[in-house]
C-alpha cells in the first residue's frame, strides 16, 4: 500500500504559475515547463504579450488567465485555485522610454504587481517565487565591468528604479514571511519570438534588416556595449534558480552571457552570419545619441556560476542563427 502512495506522489504534475507568460521570454519559461511535465498556469493581460507565443503550449494543456496583475484578487483567485509549487514572476512594464513619460504607470505594474504575487504566493504556500530584474537597468552606467550584484545600483530610468523596489519587495518578503525568493538580473536578451518588424531589441530589429535588406540605424557611434544572452539560456537558469541546490539561493543573481559586445561587432557578426545565407546587412546609418542609454554593459556571471551551476552555453552567432532561422 505504502509502494501505491509513492507512486501516486511520484506522478503527481508540479504546477507552476508564470506571470508574463505570453510575452517573449516567459512563453519560453512556459514551454520549457511543459516538457518538464508541468502544469502550467500562464497569468498575462496579452499587453504586449501574444496568445500565439502559448499555440504549442495551451495545445499541450497550459491555462491563460487573461488577467492583470496588478489585480490583487483576482491573482490570489488563481493562486488560491491552482495551488503553485513554482511562480515565475515576468509580467512587467518593459518599456525603458515609456517608463520616463509615465513612471507612475511603470511603478503601478512593476512594483504592484511583484506585491499581488507576493502576498498571494504567501496564503498560499508557494515554494519558490523567481523573479524577474534587470542587470542593464539597475548598473547604469557601472564603474566595474564585468559588474557584479554589490554594485552600486545607479538607474538611469524609473524602470531600473521599479524593478529594484520589486527586488526589495521579494528580499522583504523572504525575511518577512518566509516565502522563498530570488531575482534574476538578465543582461539584454534576444531569441525567437521577438518581433524583428517592431521597435523593441536590437538583435530582433537588426535581424529584420537582414532578412529585408534595410538599413540598421544605431543611435551613437555603435561603441555602446551589451551583454546579448540568448533565451534559452535564461529558460535554464529560470529552472535551475527553482529547483534543487539553486532553489536555495536568495537575493539578486547576474544572469548574461558576462561578454561585452559593441553594437558595431553585433553588426559584423550577423553580416557573416547572414553571408552563410547569401544575405548582406546594408551598412548601418548613424544618428544622435539617445539619452539616458547606457553607454556599457557586462554583467559579472560567477554567482550564477557558483551558486545556480548556470552558465550560457549559445554565442552570439550560434543565437543569431536561431533567431534567422525562426522567422
Ligand atoms: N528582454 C530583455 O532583454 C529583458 C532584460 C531584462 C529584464 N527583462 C524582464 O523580463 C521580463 C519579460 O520581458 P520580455 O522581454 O519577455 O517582454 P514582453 O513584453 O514580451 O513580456 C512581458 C509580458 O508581461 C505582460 N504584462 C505586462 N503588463 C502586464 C500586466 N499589468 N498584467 C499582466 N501581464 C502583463 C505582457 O503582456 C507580456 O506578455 C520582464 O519582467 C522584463 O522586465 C527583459
Not at 104 to 112: A, I, L, M, Q, S
Not at 180 to 205: C, F, K, M, W
Not at 269 to 297: C, H, I, N, Q
Amino acid at each position: 500500500m505504502q509502494v501505491f502512495f509513492e507512486l501516486i506522489l511520484l506522478v503527481e504534475m508540479a504546477s507552476s504559475v508564470v506571470t508574463g507568460g505570453a510575452g517573449f521570454i516567459g512563453s519560453h519559461i512556459v514551454d520549457a515547463l511543459i516538457t518538464r511535465g508541468d502544469e502550467v498556469t500562464v497569468i498575462d493581460d496579452l499587453s504586449t504579450g501574444r496568445r500565439e507565443n502559448l499555440r504549442d503550449a495551451l495545445r499541450a494543456g497550459a491555462t491563460l488567465e487573461v488577467l492583470d496583475v496588478r489585480d490583487t484578487a483576482a491573482v490570489a483567485a488563481v493562486f488560491a485555485r491552482v495551488r503553485p509549487q513554482h511562480v515565475f514572476h515576468l509580467a512587467a512594464q518593459i518599456d525603458v522610454r515609456r517608463s520616463v513619460t509615465d513612471p507612475w504607470r511603470d511603478c503601478e505594474t512593476n512594483v504592484g504587481g511583484i506585491l499581488a504575487v507576493l502576498e498571494a504566493a504567501r496564503r498560499t504556500g508557494v515554494e519558490r517565487v523567481v523573479n524577474t530584474s534587470t542587470g542593464g537597468g539597475l548598473y547604469g552606467d557601472a564603474t566595474r565591468l564585468p559588474t557584479p550584484e554589490d554594485h552600486e545600483i545607479l538607474p538611469l530610468a524609473p524602470y531600473g528604479q521599479s524593478k529594484l523596489a520589486a527586488e526589495g519587495y521579494a528580499a522583504l518578503y523572504a525575511r518577512l514571511h518566509g516565502v522563498s525568493t530570488v531575482s534574476l538580473r538578465y543582461g539584454n536578451v534576444y531569441g525567437p519570438r521577438q518581433d524583428v518588424h517592431g521597435e523593441a531589441g536590437v538583435v530582433a530589429i537588426f535581424c529584420g534588416c537582414l532578412l529585408e535588406g534595410r538599413t540598421p540605424v544605431i543611435f551613437g557611434d555603435g561603441h555602446q556595449t551589451r551583454d546579448w544572452v540568448e533565451v534559452s539560456d535564461v529558460v535554464a537558469a529560470n529552472l535551475a534558480a527553482a529547483d534543487g541546490a539553486g532553489a536555495a539561493v536568495t537575493g539578486a543573481v547576474n544572469i548574461g552571457h558576462g561578454a561585452e559586445t559593441s553594437l558595431l561587432d553585433l553588426v559584423e557578426a550577423l553580416d557573416r552570419v547572414g553571408s552563410r545565407r547569401g544575405l548582406r546587412l546594408p551598412p548601418p546609418r548613424f544618428v544622435a545619441a539617445r539619452a539616458g542609454e547606457v553607454t556599457r554593459s557586462c554583467l559579472d556571471v560567477g554567482r550564477a556560476r557558483a551558486e545556480l551551476a548556470w552558465r550560457a552555453q549559445v554565442g552570439l552567432e550560434a543565437g543569431l542563427e536561431r533567431v534567422l532561422t525562426s522567422v
